[in-house]
């Protein structure tokens, strides 16, 4: 019933910027929690940031603080990602998710939609 879908990747090289898009459907967009998750080759899905329903608190993780921006608008059913000052180690799957609550959730385990992903890859 929810749908999620991304867009906004793509290539760019070390130090540059894209902004990713989470186009949402099926339900009520602003009373719920929504993040943005990532996953490289090999490794474990790493949360980026969250945003909360209701009054759109915003969380963090350590590895993009002062880089990335979440950001939600209520009236076209879209989350955000500004991503700045790309590094390689940010090359990744990008994906968005929503919960069934308006907590501050940071693992990928309490989500319950996912959309498809978005391929993100920095240059050096």
């Known amino acids: 019933q929810v749908q999620l879908v991304e867009s906004g990747g793509g290539l760019v090289q070390a130090g540059g910027s894209l902004r990713l898009s989470c186009a949402a459907s099926?339900?009520?967009?602003?009373?719920?929690?929504m993040g943005w998750f990532r996953q490289a080759p090999g490794k474990e899905r790493e949360f980026v940031a969250v945003?909360?329903?209701?009054?759109?608190?915003?969380v963090y993780g350590d590895s993009v603080k002062g880089r990335f921006t979440i950001s939600r608008d209520n009236s076209k059913n879209t989350l955000y990602l500004q991503m700045n000052s790309l590094k390689p180690e940010d090359t990744a799957v990008y994906y968005c998710?929503?919960?069934?609550?308006?907590?501050?959730?940071?693992?990928?385990?309490?989500?319950?939609?996912w959309g498809q992903g978005t391929q993100v890859t920095v240059s050096s």
């Open positions: 099926g339900r009520t967009f602003s009373t719920y929690t």
């Open positions: 945003i909360s329903g209701g009054p759109g608190n915003t």
């Open positions: 998710a929503t919960t069934t609550t308006r907590a501050i959730l940071t693992s990928p385990t309490w989500y319950n939609y």
